[in-house]
């Protein structure tokens, strides 16, 4: 049985050539090579420049191990001097470390407090009043009551929106001057130029200091819009459009502020005759922003505001509260009945809840402050504004003040001063080990000197054994031959190996 033959068509042997979609050549090139591209060779004075800072760089070394760092006084000096100075620097040094330790959990004290978003929430007193012109009744020959046939275009109405910011006394002094007007009579109370005139005074005359120093906040700096809408007017044949304003894009830490963006009061002119009813709206302009809370999210943490951060910190906290962590792993969390109606599962994995919450935040809805326009005579001869108190989030005094202490420009250079005069001391702490050693040698010498020498001889002799690995020669103490007492390049001591041992224990302090 003969294998199957391949079925194929033979074709005629075809010229060597090239491939159509090949590329045309250009001409002869220099061929690239397709290895790593190798580093450039270092002329002659790059070199010597390396080698040099690798030599200063192992001096440095050399000096920081050599660098006395104790500054603690040897035992028994006290001993040897008069006076309490040995007891006095040990008790200063106490105090110094307990010193060092307050300043740095201070200091860190001071980074955890910088770090978190601290809020202090302060009243901004907003005053919403109206002026009248041109308005019929203001007509001369014309009485109160007559019947005016002219289309009203020349009557007009101006608004004036104005926001300032109280501080706790004006507070307190503007709370004990509603209760003394509520007791006395009526015809003290202020008008509305002579009541926005006096809060304007009293914080410029009671706060002249704390203006210069920090930059007085504004009402444009709390909202990021605001909008008047005339809600009865849209179903008429004249509706009017509403009045916008919107913040312009600044930066975070601009020097300066643009006009458009840097106001206490804002106002508009419109045309009418009759009495308007109007809704301001302000869009709140929070750093971080807070949002509302779904009323599910809202019952776990107790609260219907908060920002992004808070969020996440306060579920944490309430899962550690009711101790809902997995026993293996701590990342993982078993859900309660209240959890679970906010997620929607029975276990969650603890850092997705950043993206879990996200169905749970609401931007905050703007606030509303609803205002009547009048423009008859009756309100415009004793015009009264009309007052909001708004709770508004500012920065922390304190945290301003605790940042400015860290970027303190001279802390760098204090710590400098401080690192020498610690070298300092340990430079003088050293001396003072080594006249304490150089006492205990004389001391020992001058009371017996022919054994104190064949001593100190028998110990130089083992040092130099344990040096040069021949520890086994000897070196009793009563061994004293020329060969270890002999000194000079041509000596024991002055052998390469010992040399480079020596070196290496004065290199290490020893």
């Known amino acids: 049985m003969t294998p199957m033959q391949q079925q194929y068509q033979r074709y005629p042997p075809q010229p060597p050539g090239r491939s159509p979609h090949a590329s045309a050549r250009r001409g002869p090139g220099p ?30 070394a050399k ?3 050599r660098k006395p760092t104790d500054k603690s006084i040897p035992d028994g000096v006290e001993e040897l001097i008069i006076g309490d100075g040995v007891q006095r620097y040990k008790e200063l040094r106490d105090v110094e470390r307990r010193l060092d330790a307050a300043m740095m959990r201070k200091r860190l004290d001071i980074q955890d407090s910088v770090n978190r978003t601290v809020k202090r929430y302060k009243t901004l007193r907003v005053w919403i009043s109206n002026t009248a012109e041109n308005q019929p009744w203001q007509q001369q020959g014309l009485e109160e009551n007559a019947f005016d046939f002219n289309t009203g275009d020349g009557g007009s109405y101006r608004v004036k929106i104005e926001g300032r910011l109280l501080d706790d006394d004006d507070i307190d002094a503007l709370s004990d001057d509603e209760d003394e007007s509520e007791e006395g009579t009526k015809d003290t109370k202020p008008t509305n130029a002579e009541a926005m005139e006096e809060d ?4 410029a005359s009671e706060k002249p200091a704390k203006t210069t120093q920090q930059t007085r906040k504004r009402l444009s700096h709390f909202f990021r819009g605001i909008s008047v809408t005339f809600p009865n007017r849209q179903n008429r044949q004249d509706p009017m459009p509403p009045i916008e304003w919107k913040k312009p894009s600044v930066l975070p830490n601009a020097p300066v502020l643009p006009a458009a963006a840097d106001f206490d009061c804002l106002e508009f002119e419109r045309k009418s005759d009759e009495n308007l009813n109007c809704i301001i709206q302000l869009v709140r302009d929070e750093h971080p922003e807070r949002y ?3 009323p599910e999210l809202a019952e776990v943490l107790d609260t219907d505001e908060d920002d992004r951060a808070g969020v996440v910190m306060g579920i944490w906290e309430y899962i550690k509260a ?3 962590q997995e026993d293996e792993e701590k990342r993982g969390v078993r859900c309660d009945e209240r959890l679970r109606a906010v997620f929607k599962q029975e276990t969650l994995f603890f850092p997705t809840i950043s993206d879990l919450i996200n169905p749970h935040l609401k931007p905050l809805p703007p606030l509303s402050l609803p205002y009547t326009i ?5 309100f415009q001869s004793k015009p009264e504004p009309t007052i909001y ?5 500012l920065e922390d005094p304190l945290r301003l003040r605790m940042n400015a202490l860290l970027k303190d420009p001279l802390y760098p250079s204090t710590l400098r001063q401080l690192a020498s005069m610690d070298d ?4 003088l702490v050293q001396a003072i080990s080594h006249a304490k050693a150089k006492h205990g040698f004389f001391k020992a010498a001058s009371t017996d000197p022919v054994m104190f020498m064949r001593r100190w001889i028998g110990s130089q002799k083992r040092d130099l054994e344990t040096l040069i690995g021949e520890g086994g020669r000897g070196g009793e103490v009563g061994d004293m031959g020329d060969e270890w007492r002999r000194g000079g390049k041509h000596g024991v001591w002055g052998r390469e190996e010992v040399q480079e041992a020596v070196g290496y224990r004065m290199a290490k302090g020893f």
Do not use: C, F, W, Y
């Open 31 to 60: 061929m690239v090579s397709g290895g790593h591209p190798q580093a450039p060779q270092m002329t002659p004075a790059q070199m010597q420049q390396q080698v040099a800072a690798a030599a200063q760089k192992s001096e440095l």
């Open 63 to 65: 000096r920081r191990s």
């Open 200 to 203: 304007g005074d009293r914080e």
């Open 292 to 294: 509302k809370l779904s």
């Open 322 to 324: 009711m101790n809902l």
């Open 374 to 378: 009048r423009v008859d005579p009756a």
């Open 389 to 393: 108190d708004i709770l508004v989030p």
């Open 424 to 427: 300092q001391l340990a430079l």
